[in-house]
């Protein structure tokens, strides 16, 4: 129906969630299943001397699994580094070594005591420095040094040379958790004709089916995959949480199965975001135009790769910011530690670098006498510049429109005339690539049918993870059809009714599902007015590459997603404690489909960034994690969070269905830099780590007023 795109229609899944109808997968409840508990390692780094599994030999109210009872004991959607089950080493605290099952949770956690494991303990990896090292221990046969990335273009030691300004510094991030509210959870089966069945919160249930049928030795016929109502996902359930456990389970046993894990085992074992650590060096002439990058950048993968190689390229990708930069030079690196695996999480990468570059920046503008907007806006990707990695923007860029109505904002315009000390303005500027990337698959198939009373279904593989893509793809559905968009069903993530149309991941899902929908309507369309009876329209996409070099897994990117934020911060210089006032953020993301939505994963991506800036961590003593229940890992909540205010740039991107671009993660990438550029326009603290250190900046006040208080009584007598 015409008007339907770029209106702020309700979720179409609102109603359900809001009532407690929608079932999410801890909600599933089979008859006559069996509980799962996983025994998990006590130690972060140790051999496996011995499993003794004798307390469950002929018992026929519990069973337990092992590495021995898999057909392949190893996975990963990269390198298959990782066990199901360890069996003869282990490699991060909380790793899995056995699955026990009972008729209840309860006898399931109590028979799991009784699987004795001897250990011989090993020296541990703690950081990427450590991996390093020639003595260090070795996680992997192949070493403790996964992937270096490099990248040069033009001369960088000429350009810094000839530069009127260099800066440079390291910035180091922390280990940080996905939290979604909803822990990892599913069920399993086997139907009446002996399909296995998984419902799980999964982000990739086509992945699941084949990992499945790798590990178990079965067809993927034999799987069927679907996914329930995820409570947040943000990259830590895109792999595996759950899924090949109950599978093992239903697929040994026949009966059906439950597994739910605590908060305290998502806390210590699940995917994670990289910590990282990038010694950035900039340079920038007279007139502020930068003229070089320079960082050597280390993630910390954890104990197995996962998603690692590509978060490092995103990372590469990203670290000299969205900019116009002639001379460009970057090593990166991702090793192996003993720490849980770190994988995808929102930014994928980006928010690490972007921390590094945008930090140097404002000092730049400070030391240039140069407005930080000014100063990008001299500096800003255009249409048809060229990228870091030499990438040409052949697609929407907006970045430079952004920056002008973030100028223009009532936050920023305050920021001229403040007068309260303690009082600070920031801002920062960020983009993310949408899509896997160069020579990587990427692509959608979508099915469209007719039901009767004019209504209509479509089937699309992908998954809704609290995004709102559903709505997004009902919403171009219905305009597409001229149909209001109750007239639209919408079945996604399902292995057993939809086509395989990759991962929801990578800010992708709406831009190639959409194509996909739209191609699937007008071949529907073409067959109705052919006369065919009972039409069922297929649809097809693939995402557009860019013409640039193949640099690395999945590098570079044909189409990115641009943001501008700024932030007001209040600074107690007695306590050091930071109180986030207001967020102004301007998002360039093609047409904008439902203006409500994204203004909500604005907001979203803000507060997971506002987290990443201020509170969380995770930090390990010997390999055990020091937070493990939510009263250790803190993070923000709903008092914590600012007025967040939202604005979009007027842009339409050609190539995607109906104008638009992916925006699901771009709002995390640049906050926390704005924060610590607020906070240094009250405390001059040079701020280099994440999150920001209350205790550092009330010692840093407390000797500016002892050095303060020197000063006045030098030259001083007493008459």
Known sequence: MPGVVGTSIPRVDAKSKVTGQALYASDYYLPGMLHLQLVRSTQAHAKIAKIDTRYFTNRQDAFCFTAKDLAENNFGQIIKDQPVLAEERVRFFGEPIAVVAAQSAALASEYAQFVAIDYETLDLVNDPAGAMQPDSPLLHPQGNLLQHLPF?????????????????????????????????????????????????????????????????????????????????????????????????????????????????????????????????????????????YQGTIYYDTGAYAALGPAVLGLGVEHAAGPYVIPNVQIDGYLCYTNKPPASAMRGFGAPQTAFAVETLLNRAAKQLQLDPIKLRLKNALYPGAEGSLGQPMNHSVGLREALRILAGSALWQERLSNREPNIGYGMAAGFLSCGMGKGIKDTAKVEIKQLPGEHYEIRIGTVEIGQGSNTALVQIAAQALGVATDKIRIVMGDTGLTHDSGSTAASRTTYISGNALLAAVQDLKRQEAAGKTHPRGIGEAIFPEVPAPDIGIGLPHSMYTFIAQAAKVKVNQLTGEVELLQVFAVTEAGRIINPMALEGQIQGGVAMGVGYALLEQMGFNNGLPKQTSLSTYLIPTSLDLPDTETATVDEYEDSGPMGLKGAAEVGTVAIAPAIVAAVNEVVALPIHELPISREEIARFCARERDEKLNEGTKGSSIP
């Not at 699941?208 to 069927?224: F, N, S, V």
């Not at 996914?227 to 239903?250: C, H, P, R």
Request: net charge negative; with cysteine; glycine share 10%.
């Open 152 to 292: 040069r273009k033009g001369n960088t030691e000429k350009a810094f040379a000839e530069s009127f300004l260099t800066l440079e510094d390291t910035f180091t991030v922390p280990v940080v958790d996905h939290l979604y509210l909803e822990p990892e959870a599913g069920v399993s089966f086997l139907d009446e004709e002996g399909v296995l069945n998984i419902i799980a919160g999964t982000q990739n249930p086509f992945y699941d089916q084949q990992e499945i049928a790798h590990c178990l030795g079965i067809p993927t016929e034999k799987i069927r995959v679907r996914t329930a109502n995820i409570g947040g996902g943000f990259g830590g359930k895109d792999g595996n949480t759950v899924q090949l456990f109950l599978a093992l389970v239903t697929w040994k046993t026949g009966l059906p199965a439950r597994l739910v894990f605590t908060r305290e085992e998502s806390l210590a074992a699940s995917y994670k975001r990289h910590a990282a650590k990038a010694k950035v060096r900039l340079g920038f002439d007279q007139a502020g135009m930068m003229t070089a």
